[in-house]
C-alpha cells in the first residue's frame, strides 16, 4: 500500500523472482518470434506440463525423472507445432492457436478440472528455494538467458535463424534448411514453456489446469516491448529480458498502489501501447 | 524543339545536406513541355534526392522550382499532385488477387457511387479509357494473378497513367519489362510527349536514355555536370561524363587464346516445370551466357541447376558424377553457386550488417564446433570484400545503407567466400551504375580465368555479347541454339531470341 516499499532491495529481488518464470518462457518465444513465427500455445502448454508433472509426482515418481519427461512432452509438443507450421504450411499463428486450445483441454481432462496439491516438499525447492540467499528461479533464468544469448548471438544456428526472419527466399538461396530450423525453433519453445510450467507450479506448490495460461499474452507483450528497445523492429534475447522487466514493475508498482486487479490489466494493456507508440515516434524523429 | 519557351518545371539553385554529405550542390535544371529529358548518373549522384525533393518527400535546404516561371512550393506530396508531377516508381508490385482496373487506381482515390460505396462500374469504365488510350487489351474481370507475364507487365505501365499530370517522372520503368514490352512503354511516352506533357526519363540503361530523350541531364556528386543535345550524344562521352574517369572500354579486356577443355558441368535434356530438354557442357574457366526474352525459361533453368525448382527428367552430371541437386544448400555444398535475379528480395537480408550478409552462406566453414568465429568471420569477409571491390566504410553496419552496386558486390562475395567451381549469375547488373558494372564484370572474368564454370543470364545483350565466350540462346523453355559469341551481334541475337531464326 505504501509507495516507499517499491524502490527498496527487497523489492526489487522479489519483483526479479516474480519475473524469472516469465522470462524463461519468453525466451523461448524470442528464438520463434526471430523467424517471423508465433507461438500462441506456451501459455496453455506450461499449464498442462504443471498437471502432468504434479501428477507423476503423486503417483510416487522420481522428481528428477517426473521433471525431465515433462520437460520432454513440452519439446514434444513443440515439436507437433513445429511440423504444422514448418511442414504442413499452416501459419504459425493458426497452428498455434489450435494447439493452444487441444494443450489446455488435455490439461483440463487430466486434472479433472481440479487443483492438485500435495507436492513433495522437495519438488517445492525448484520454485521456492535458494542457494546462497538467491532464489532458485532466479538462477534458472539466469541460466537460460545466457543459453539464449549463446544460442542466438554467437552459433550458426542462431544467426541462421535471424537470416530467415529477415529475409525468408534470400535465406533459402543461401543454403539454409528452413524448415528444419523453424522446427527447430519450436521445439526450443515448448521446452522452455515446458520448464515455465514445472517451476510456477513448484511455486504455487499445486498445479491448476490454467495457471499457465497468462504467459501466453505476457510473454508476447515481453518479446514485442523487447523489440522496440535497442535494435529495431527484431526480437532478442536482451530486449525481452528488458520487456519482461518492465511487464513485472509494472505489476508490481501496481499491486503496491493497491490497484484494482481489473484495472491494473487495462493499465498494463494502456501502458504496452504507450512504450511501444513512443518508440516508433523516436525512430520517426531520427 | 522550342527552348524559349517557359520550361514547364525550373530548378534553381536546390541544395540538399545530410548530416557529412551534400546530396545535392546547387542544381540548376530546365525541363520544357514537348520534351522527353533524360536524366542519368551513378548511384549517389543525387538523382533519388532530386526526386525526392520534387515529390515533396524531403525538403530542400536552399533553391527555387518555377513552373511555367511561376513560383512554386512544395511543401507534401500532395503539393506535387496538385502541381501535375506524377512519379512512376521501379519495381512496383501488383496486388495478385485485384484485377486490373483496381491495380490501376490503387493509392488514387475510387470513384465513388451516391450511397458512398465504391462505383466499380465507373471505375471499371476509366480503366478501360486508360488502356485503349494506350491500345492495350487486357480482360478486366480477373485477378491480375491470372494474368500472363506480358499482360501484367502492361498493368504496370497502366498504372503510370492512372492520374492526368503535367510531368511524368519516370525511374527505371523498364526493369522488369521484356523487349517488346519496352517497345510499348517507348510508344506512350512517345504519345504523351506529343499531347504537350514533360516526361522525365532516368535509367541506368544509356541506349535506352539516348534513343528516347530529346535531351540528356548528366549528374554526379550532387551536381549537374551538362546537358546535352541530341546531336551530342556518344555513349563512350556520356559515361565519361557520369563516372568522371576515362573508360576505354565497358568490358574488361578479354583474355585471348584459352582453350577449355575439362568439362565441370554436363546437362542431359533436362526437363522441368518450365524448361523443356535442355543439355549442354560448361567447362572449367568458360563464361558460358544464357540468352532469351522474359519468360523463356534462363532463370528458371538456373534455378532447376541449383536445387530450387524440381527437375522432372534429364540428368546432371557434376566433375563427372551425376548430382541432381534437390536443395540450395546441397549445391553449394558441391560448390555450385546461384547469385539470384532479385538481390533485394533474394539475394541480401537488408536490415543485418554486411559482415553477417556475407557470412551467412559459409557460417559453417566459419564457425568452431558450433559457435562463430568472429574474428575469422570478419577476416574472411574483409579478405573477399576486397577481392569483388567492396566499398563499405563498416561491415557491422547494415546492407541497406550501401549503394545498389555494393549492395550487388556483397550478394556475389557471399557466394563466393569458398570459390564456387560453377557460378551462376542471373542479371548481375541489374540496377547497378556503369562504375560498379565494369568492377563486376572483372570480377567475373576473374573467377573464370581461376577455373570457375560460369553461367551467365543477361538481358543486356552487350553484356552477354562481351562477356561470354559461347551464348545459349532459350525459346518458350527450349534450348534453341548454342552459339558462339564472336559470330553474333545484338541484332542477330535478338532474332534468335524470338525465335526467328534457327540454327
Known sequence: MRPTTFATWGNLKNIVEQSSILAIVSAGVTVVMITGDMDLSVGSLASLVGILSALLLKSNMNILVSEIIGLIIGGLCGLLNGILVAYGGISSFIATLATMTSFGGVALLLSKGVTLFGLPDAFLWLGQGSIVGIPVPIIFMIIIVIFAWLILEQMTFGRRLYAIGGNHEAAFLSGINIKLHRLSSFIISGASAAFGGIILTSRLASAHPQAGNPLMLNSAAAVFLGMTAFREGEAHIGGTLLGVFIMGVLGNGLNILGVNSYVQSILTGGIIILAVLLSSFAKRKN | ????????????????????????????????????????????????????????????????????????????????????????????????????????????????????????KELNERAKEILKALDIDIPLNIPVG?????????????????????????DEPTTALAAHEKGMLFEVIRKLKSIGKTIVYISHDLDEVMLLSDRITVMRDGKVVTTLAKNEYEKPKLIQLMTGRNMNSLFPPRLES?????????????????????????????ILGIAGIVGSGRTELLRSLFGVDKIISGEILFDGSLFMPHSPSESIKKGIALVPEERRSQGLILNRSVLENIAIVHLKALSRGPFIDIKNAKREAVKIGSLVRLKATDYRNAVATLSGGNQQKV???????????????DEPTKGVDVGARYEIYSIIRELAKEGSGIL??????????????????????????????????????????YGLEGS
Request: contains cysteine; charged residues 25%.
Open chain 2, 411 to 425: 550478394v556475389l562475395a557471399k557466394y563466393m567466400l569458398q570459390k564456387p567451381q560453377v557460378f551462376m549469375l
Open chain 2, 1 to 120: 524543339m522550342i527552348i524559349n519557351e517557359a520550361p514547364a518545371l525550373k530548378l534553381v539553385e536546390i541544395k540538399k545536406e545530410y548530416p557529412g554529405v551534400k546530396a545535392l550542390s546547387g542544381i540548376n535544371i530546365d525541363f520544357q513541355t514537348n520534351e522527353i529529358h533524360g536524366l542519368i548518373g551513378e548511384n549517389g549522384a543525387g538523382k533519388s534526392t532530386l526526386i525526392k525533393i520534387l515529390a515533396g518527400i524531403v525538403k530542400a535546404d536552399y533553391g527555387e522550382i518555377f513552373m511555367n516561371n511561376k513560383k512554386v512550393n512544395i511543401r507534401s506530396s500532395k503539393d506535387s499532385q496538385k502541381l501535375g508531377l506524377s512519379f512512376i516508381h521501379q519495381e512496383l508490385n501488383l496486388i495478385e488477387y485485384m484485377n486490373a482496373a483496381e491495380n490501376i487506381f490503387l493509392g488514387h482515390p475510387y470513384p465513388k457511387t451516391r450511397w458512398g460505396t465504391i462505383s466499380w
Open chain 2, 146 to 170: 491470372r494474368l500472363s507475364t506480358v499482360n501484367r507487365s502492361m498493368v504496370i505501365i497502366a498504372r503510370a497513367f492512372a492520374v492526368s499530370a503535367l510531368i511524368y517522372f519516370m
Open chain 2, 456 to 497: 551467365l543470364v543477361a538481358s543486356d545483350f552487350s553484356e552477354l555479347l562481351g562477356l561470354s565466350e559461347r551464348i545459349l540462346v532459350m525459346h518458350e523453355g527450349k534450348m534453341i541454339a548454342v552459339v558462339n559469341a564472336k559470330d553474333m551481334n545484338e541484332a542477330s541475337l535478338l532474332k534468335l531470341c
Open chain 2, 258 to 286: 584459352r582453350k577449355f577443355e575439362e568439362i565441370i558441368l554436363s546437362v542431359r535434356s533436362l526437363t522441368g516445370p518450365k524448361i523443356k530438354n535442355v543439355s549442354f557442357d560448361l567447362k572449367k574457366g568458360e
